[in-house]
């Protein structure tokens, strides 16, 4: 692998990222969604505070349970997985799909770059971009900071679990995207097979038996969960690895097809 | 010689339709070849499967001594590539653009910015350095084009129409450059101005649907394809008289009159006539003002294989 031309390859899709508008828009509404939920479970955190701590004498136990991660972040951290699903596919769309409908494609490909070299300089990009976009969100647990106690390891482990998400999400994204040419049809897709991975972790908590089991290892948002308590479990950070390794393969397949689809 | 480009029986097909067919041909290291043909004749094709980007059905091509498909990396690490609709990242600038090429291609960081002025140098794109592609003309996106091609200064050269959207002093430009690559490099250019193929190259291949028509020099071309010579006479005479006498000298073939005194005479095959042709108009008592051997052109040249073709294909 060519790790200058990775290196050109990020630098030059950070550049066409960062000077395009749907960077900026989609930005604006992911730290919009976000803030607006950050402040409702801050203040509904604050609310049940003041109330257990009235009822302290009563019941300690309560108010021991009551805490920043599982009140403000946990859920937070829940509801930005599923943000992930719209914001993956508007980062991921235009990264192969657009190469080819522009034509682009003709040069790209014609430079002595590895199919990997460019898969990883593509997804190594979008990653960035969408850690940029989650550290914004770190403003929020500064804040918490000052006005209550915060359990650092706990957050750490949930951005873990958020970058280790998107990671998987935007291997899924970019895969979608070398699947065609039209930048719309990659988003589409993207986030059919987004949602299709969330319904999934939907499905298991309707049955029981072998297929729930099935369905549960398979889940991506079961694989996130255990993040977001603070906990990391070796079988979540495996499952996640081999996610995004697998989507990056299944992209170098497709693009390695057009050197045997004479 | 040491072959650069070496193609054996190139076949590709799209869907059900053959755009290339069995092609053979072979270019040595340091010649310019002119690639030639009509619309749809299978150049652009032949041209994207030697820069590595479309794969041959069937058939191989060898550059720099690496087959095409199955060491495509080395392959595309010896040649540099203009292809023929330029599509360039419009969110970069210039200099963007290149700093990105220029890496991909592996050139060092540290002779990056050397390289980088100098192929703006040779293109003429230093007044358009910091400007976003998108804002770039024709003519500067074509330049653009040839610039990241010539980054690193690679063995081959893949040009597919080189000059097209240029002015005119920079198609001048241009062609010199490319002159002064032949030597060190290898050239493949492929374009639809006949006149520049005759300028730049030293050999030309000609492909009609999907087919090496002919592959020589201009001048040999020429020679093969004319029926005989041909030879320009300015008379001054009765110009009916003229005509007629012109037609009963032993060789001559066809003549045409061109108006004010001028006919072309085409003669027989390997026949000088020109001391024959001038004693006659002589002792006829006419003034003789000139007398001179024209070439078949090239364009004559191709419009003569490119026709000839048809016929044999349809039967």
């Known amino acids: ?262 | 010689m040491e072959t650069m480009i070496e193609v054996q029986d190139l076949t590709k097909y799209y869907g059900a339709t053959c755009a290339v067919h069995r092609l053979n041909f072979e270019v040595a290291a340091g010649e310019i070849v002119g690639f030639l043909g009509p619309n749809g004749a299978g150049k652009t094709t032949t041209l994207k499967i030697m820069a590595g980007y479309l794969p041959p059905t069937s058939g191989m091509v060898r550059i720099n001594g690496y087959d095409c498909v199955a060491q495509s990396l080395e392959v595309r690490s010896s040649l540099g590539y203009l292809p023929e609709n330029v599509a360039i990242y419009p969110d970069l600038t210039v200099t963007q653009f290149l700093r990105f090429a220029a890496r991909a291609k592996g050139v060092e960081a540290k002779a990056e910015k050397a390289e980088i002025d100098r192929v703006m140098a040779d293109c003429g794109l230093e007044e358009v350095r910091n400007t976003l592609t998108a804002s770039l003309s024709k003519g500067f996106r074509q330049r653009l084009g040839l610039a990241q091609a010539l980054l690193k200064l690679p063995p081959l050269l893949i040009l597919d129409e080189p000059t097209i959207g240029l002015d005119p002093s920079q198609i001048v430009e241009i062609r010199q450059l490319i002159k002064d690559l032949a030597g060190d490099h290898t050239v493949m250019l492929s374009t639809h101005i006949l006149p520049e193929v005759s300028q730049i190259c030293q050999r030309v291949i000609i492909i009609n649907r999907g087919q090496i028509v002919a592959s020589d020099t201009v001048e040999n071309l020429s020679r093969q394809v004319g029926r005989g010579d041909r030879i320009l006479m300015l008379v001054k005479g009765p110009e009916d008289q003229v005509a007629a006498a012109l037609r009963t000298a032993p060789g001559v073939a066809q003549v045409s009159g061109q108006g004010e005194g001028k006919f072309l005479v085409e003669t027989g095959n390997g026949l000088d006539l020109r001391p024959q042709l001038a004693r006659l108009v002589v002792e006829k008592g006419w003034d003789l003002l000139e007398l001179k051997s024209q070439e078949f052109t090239l364009e004559e040249v191709f419009l003569d294989l490119v026709t000839e073709e048809e016929p044999e294909e349809e039967s």
């Not at chain 1, 719209?86 to 192969?96: D, F, K, S």
């Not at chain 1, 990671?167 to 299709?196: C, K, P, R, Y």
């Not at chain 1, 495996?238 to 497709?254: A, N």
């Open chain 1, 1 to 262: 692998m060519n790790l200058s031309g990775c290196a050109a390859l990020v630098r030059k899709e950070l550049t066409i990222y960062f000077a395009t508008p749907i960077f900026y828009i989609m930005g604006f509404f992911f730290l919009l969604l976000s803030g607006y939920f950050f402040y409702t479970n801050l203040v509904y955190y604050s609310m049940l505070s003041i109330q257990i701590a009235q009822q302290a004498a009563q019941n300690p136990q309560l108010q021991a349970q009551l805490n920043a991660q599982e009140m403000v972040f946990r859920p937070l951290f829940q509801v930005l997985a599923v943000v992930l699903l719209l914001v993956v596919p508007l980062l991921t769309m235009r990264l192969l799909a657009e190469e080819k409908r522009s034509g682009t494609a003709e040069l790209l490909f014609t430079y002595p770059l590895t199919d990997w070299s460019v898969i990883l300089g593509k997804f190594l990009s979008a990653l960035t971009v969408y850690v940029v976009l989650l550290a914004f969100t770190a403003i929020y647990a500064i804040a918490t900071g000052f006005l209550t106690s915060v359990d650092w390891g706990a957050l750490l482990t949930s951005y873990l679990g958020m970058i280790l998400l998107g990671g998987s999400l935007l291997s899924l994204g970019l895969f979608a995207s070398s699947l065609t040419e039209n930048q719309i049809i990659a988003a589409v897709m993207g986030f059919s097979l987004l949602l299709l991975l969330w319904i999934i972790g939907l499905a298991q908590m309707l049955g029981t038996g072998p297929w729930a089991k099935v369905f549960q290892a398979v889940s991506i948002m079961d694989h996130y969960d255990n993040f977001t308590r603070g906990v990391i479990d070796t079988r979540d950070l495996v499952y996640h690895v081999s996610f995004i390794f697998f989507f990056l393969f299944l992209t170098k397949r497709i693009l390695e097809s057009r050197r045997w689809r004479a």
